[in-house]
């Protein structure tokens, strides 16, 4: 089958790379003039991991990631109040783990498309679905069709809203906000630490990244649209918010703050879920965070989405689109809705909205460098409760009723 996959991302180019695999033809679209390298540093493990081991992506993460040895709540003077090393992390994940820039994660799993078109700058604005395919408007002014097509743009996908509705209809605002931006020659250096500072509803981390650039990672507990007017878009109006919200703060900041006007690209978003009871109709699929945003405190939305991309291509190996659209959903979702319940629980994590809940949280800190204690408190939200099917021989399943997966958030 032909199959367009709108955003090129870490989702899209998983599935296609699964989706050539079993003989369809898939094609990327990528509204970005062109694939961006680094970005947020995203950790990575679980079943995700399992998926780029079998595309043979592991040497290459690790030698572009980072072995993170350490997780550092400081005071107001820089001075450590709560500790975890990330040997404890790579215990609970038998050492599959590593940190990795999202968009580097994204350029490997791209490099593994060779020979699929990919089409940058170009976004498919419009989707009219009939009997035999689907015909896809692109941003050029032109037409194609295709089979099927695929939304793996993002948490704010086009193709969801223009398949299912507005965002408003799936997203659910966690009452965050989160920014990054990276930057050179900061002067403070620690390298491979995770060094972060909290006040009441308010947290500032640092992470350097190899050669002399800092990723500053902003989280804050704050409206939907935080000065009531529309969400900030340009980088103008995110350096505005990002100062008004932290130049009180203390610790680095005002020396973070310093650095954003030589920023660009500065990332700033809600912190949001998306939550669907389908995420297949017709012809049209969703993947990723564009199907099930989990939202950076789940900690593990890059692995959820290439899980997905994967069972969808898997699925698709047999033909028979909605058979396969159906086994998707009734695979995947009660495993990503899990996921999704999981990160509420933390939702408090970074930015705890009192002096009391943060030392509670930086209690919690001290006691998971307790390798036992870990296990105990961390353990399950990082096991992943499901077995990857292998597709390798796919078997067209007749006779199978496709039947729509039962509603998950009520
Ligand atoms: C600060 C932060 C920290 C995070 N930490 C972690 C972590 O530790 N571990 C983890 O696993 N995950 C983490 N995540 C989440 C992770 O980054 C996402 O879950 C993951 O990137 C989702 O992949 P995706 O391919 O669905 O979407 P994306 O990676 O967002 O890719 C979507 C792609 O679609 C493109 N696109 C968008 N709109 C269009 C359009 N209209 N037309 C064409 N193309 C379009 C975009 O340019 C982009 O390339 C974090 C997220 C944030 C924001």
Redesign the pocket.
């Known amino acids: 089958m032909r199959i367009a996959i ?7 180019p998983t599935l296609a790379y699964w989706l050539r695999h079993y003989g369809h033809e898939p094609m990327l ?4 003039p062109k694939l961006r390298t680094g970005g ?1 540093v ?3 493990w679980g079943v ?1 991991y399992d998926i780029a081991e079998k595309m043979g992506l592991l040497p290459r993460l690790h030698e572009l990631g980072y072995s993170m040895e350490e997780l550092r709540m400081v005071d107001a003077d820089g001075e450590p109040k709560a500790r975890m090393k990330g040997d404890t992390f790579r215990a609970l994940t038998d050492g599959r783990y590593v940190s990795i820039a ?1 968009g580097d994660l ?1 350029a490997t799993i791209f490099d593994a498309c060779d020979g699929i078109e990919a089409r940058f700058g170009r ?2 604005v419009g989707l009219r679905q009939h009997d035999a395919g689907v015909r896809a408007a692109i941003d050029d002014g032109t037409h194609e069709d295709f089979d099927l097509v695929v939304g ?7 193709v969801r809203e223009l398949t299912f509705g507005p965002e408003s209809d799936f997203e659910h605002f966690l009452g965050f906000q ?1 920014a ?1 931006f990276i930057a050179p020659g900061y002067p403070r250096r620690d390298e491979l630490v995770f060094v972060s500072h909290t006040i009441p509803g308010r947290h500032l981390a640092r992470i350097s990244l190899h050669g002399d650039e800092t990723a500053f ?1 902003f989280i804050w507990r704050s409206e939907r649209n935080p000065e009531g007017g529309a969400f900030p878009e340009t980088d103008d109006d995110k350096r505005r918010l990002l100062r008004h919200v932290f130049a009180d703060m203390g610790w680095e900041a005002p020396d973070a703050l310093a650095l954003l006007d030589g920023a660009e690209n500065i ?1 700033l ?1 809600r912190v949001s879920q998306i939550r669907m009871d389908h995420w297949t109709k017709g012809r049209v699929a969703l ?4 199907a099930a ?2 939202s ?1 405190l789940a ?7 290439m899980t997905e991309a994967y069972v969808l291509a898997g699925e698709l190996a047999a033909g028979d689109h909605e058979r396969a659209f159906a086994a998707y959903e009734q695979r995947m979702q009660p495993f990503v809705v899990g996921k999704q319940q999981a990160a509420m629980r933390f939702a408090g994590f970074f930015a705890p909205a009192t002096k009391r809940a943060i030392w509670m949280r930086d209690l919690g800190v001290r006691m998971a460098s307790v390798p036992w204690l870990a296990r105990m408190l961390m353990g399950s939200s990082l096991r992943d409760e499901i077995e990857l099917p292998t597709y390798d021989t796919p078997e067209p399943k007749a006779g199978e009723a496709a039947h729509p997966a039962p509603t998950l958030w009520a």
């Open positions: 709108n955003g090129t991302g870490v989702a899209g679209f990528e509204k970005a947020y995203v950790d990575f995700g999202r994204a976004s498919i793996a743009d993002g948490l704010h996908s086009h989160v990054v990672l990332y978003d993947v990723g965070d564009a945003c989990a950076l900690g593990e939305g890059s692995g959820l989405g």
